[in-house]
């Protein structure tokens, strides 16, 4: 039994004997060595993305697989300083983020423009670095759920990075603004050799239905993706789905929600947890783009919790891990740990695309 079984024990063979997905894995774009030369290459990337996006691909433990596993803290904006780093305060010094994705083994690490530009010049050579450019700050009151630019594409070209990130929080009344604003700074980092990753989050009260929180809902994160690929990310960060039905729950009585097909329940989803991934992977034109799915917050149970989240993402098809707070809020050791765990979920031969 591997390392990963024993991780995920009671759950190993519901995860690990997992065969009969709805939608084959024929149909799928598998993460491979050959990822950039048979995915992006016939895009088209310019020859400097192409590059930098390679950069991510060859760095760390996963160099070369077709998997990454990327570290990422924006979350003293997105969830203030205090709350984030109050469990190891030792990261309020941005050093510690980018010390920890090197010693983790990492394809990459993404934060924010301040965390970067502090310490560009000793780093942006030994990790690739992933410009976080939009967050949603917490100090307006009442907190409103709105990513604002913090960064320029420009300062992020200054600084080497290999690619940007954003989020985009589908289903909010700032949505509209999101998409354009995204989709023009995406433009601007293609044009200038730099990879994009889109974090496609929903964000809406009327998500919850019936005492249901279908924030989680693989139709409607699937639907985000697809938006999220349609806008040129080349990577889409998602929460990994924990239900189905999100559609038909928004369509009940009276109430009239976008569009669906019954089918997207029964004929290509299941309530596995590896279908319900699926699902999201195949908005992603198939997994065209590569799916990360999130870590997610730290709790009583981070490394059972990681590894089965890893386990998921790669029999779903996906393309790794992007797991930050399980990580940084612990000791270096035991972070570090962590995200070596998760990578060796994509190095396990035994655990295959279902």
């Given amino acids: 039994m591997s390392n990963t079984a024993e991780i995920l024990g009671d759950k190993a063979h519901y995860l690990l004997g997992f ?96 965390v970067l530009a502090s310490l560009a010049r000793k780093y942006s050579h030994k990790i690739p670095f992933v410009l976080k450019f939009n967050h949603n700050e917490l100090l307006t009151f009442p907190n409103t759920f709105e990513q604002i630019a913090f960064a320029s594409i420009e300062q992020a070209f200054d600084m080497g990075c290999a690619a940007v990130g954003a989020t985009i929080y589908f289903g909010s009344d700032d949505s509209n603004r999101q998409i354009v604003e995204v989709a023009q700074m995406f433009e601007k980092a293609h044009e200038l050799g730099m990879g994009t990753i889109l974090w496609c989050y929903l964000r809406n009260s009327a998500f919850k239905a019936d005492g249901t929180d279908h924030h989680a809902s693989a139709d409607l994160t699937g639907q985000a993706n697809h938006l999220g690929v349609t806008l040129g990310a080349d990577i889409i960060k998602q929460k990994l789905p924990v239900r189905n039905g999100g559609f038909a729950a928004l369509n009940m009585g009276d109430s009239s929600y976008g569009k669906f097909d019954q089918r997207i329940y029964t004929e290509y989803a299941s309530e596995h947890p590896i279908d319900l ?78």
């Fill in 19 to 114: 065969d009969s997905p709805k939608i084959s894995k024929e149909r799928l774009h598998i993460p491979s060595a050959d990822q950039v030369d048979r995915i992006y290459g016939p895009s088209n990337r310019n020859i400097r993305t192409l590059g930098n996006l390679q950069r991510i691909f060859g760095t760390g433990r996963l160099a070369n697989t077709g998997y990454m596993s990327i570290l990422p803290v924006d979350q003293g904006i997105e969830h203030s300083a205090g709350a984030s780093f109050a469990p190891n305060a030792d990261y309020f010094d941005p050093e510690g983020i980018i010390e920890l994705a090197i010693e983790g083994g990492c394809n990459a690490v993404a934060t924010t423009y301040g």
């Fill in 277 to 354: 991934c699926r699902y999201q992977v195949a908005n992603c034109y198939m997994g065209r783009m590569g799916l990360i799915n999130s870590g997610g917050a730290s709790g009583s149970n981070d490394l059972q919790q990681a590894v089965e989240t890893a386990v998921v993402n790669k029999r779903a098809g996906g393309m790794g891990l992007i797991s930050g707070r399980k990580a940084f809020q612990k000791p270096r050791n035991e972070g570090v740990a962590l995200l070596n765990a998760i990578q060796d979920v994509y190095l396990d031969e035994s655990v295959t695309v279902a």
